[in-house]
């Protein structure tokens, strides 16, 4: 069984740019080569399709980035 999450605190990538004030939601992808610490997406379906991350665990690695 997969991990079981709240789906109102589901974000696609547009919502994770708008979080860290990024111009563009592709920018995100870069984020996510930069930074190994970001969390990772929730939702993964694969190349070119829906990714999914968590409003808090996005929330909380921002604060904690310095």
Do not use: F, H
């Not at 997969?2 to 592709?26: F, H, S, Y």
């Not at 870069?30 to 999914?52: A, F, H, N």
Request: some cysteine.
């Amino acid at each position: 069984m997969g991990r079981k999450v709240d789906t109102d605190e589901l974000i696609d990538a547009q919502g994770v740019a708008d979080m860290l004030g990024l111009a563009q939601r592709n920018t995100v992808s870069l984020y996510q080569r930069r930074y190994p610490e970001m969390p990772r997406p929730v939702v993964d379906l694969g190349q070119g399709r829906c990714k999914m991350w968590l409003k808090p665990e996005i929330r909380l690695w921002d604060a904690t980035r310095g």
